[in-house]
Nanobody, 127 residues
Framework: QVHLQESGGGSVQSGGSLRLSCTAF????????LAWFRQKPGKEREVVAS???????NYADSVKGRFTISQGNTKNTLYLEMNSLKPEDTAMYYC?????????????????????WGQGTQVTVST
């Protein structure tokens, strides 16, 4: 497992932007999937965006074209750039990691089982 710490949440008006950051401490793995999840009040946690060690990204339909997931140059920082925010984006946002000693391929299919989670950062979008 790896310790994850999110930052960057806050309150913005509809149409505004925020950038979330997640620092992964002790991150020596070459194969991984990193993701942002969110959980709205009374709802189940849902994946927002993911990126694997091959650079492949995936987004929930609800955020495509508005959110961008990326990593810093040292790979141990994960970002979520959120633009054109809507009130329905209001949620607690979590960083998650899935790590593997096996290269992506036949024996490791990434982004299917996250085992490390951050504590979350709140994003509130008002009208």
């Amino acid at each position: 497992q790896v310790h994850l710490q999110e930052s960057g949440g806050g309150s913005v008006q509809s149409g505004g932007s925020l950038r979330l950051s997640c620092t992964a401490f002790a991150f020596p793995y070459n194969s991984y999937c990193l993701a942002w999840f969110r959980q709205k009040p009374g709802k189940e946690r849902e994946v927002v965006a993911s990126i694997d060690s091959d650079g492949n990204t995936n987004y929930a339909d609800s955020v495509k074209g508005r959110f961008t997931i990326s990593q810093g140059n040292t790979k141990n920082t994960l970002y979520l750039e959120m633009n054109s925010l809507k009130p329905e984006d209001t949620a607690m946002y979590y960083c998650a990691a899935e790590l593997s000693d096996t290269p992506i391929g036949r024996y490791y299919v990434p982004c299917e089982g996250y085992h490390s989670w951050g504590q979350g950062t709140q994003v509130t979008v008002s009208t």
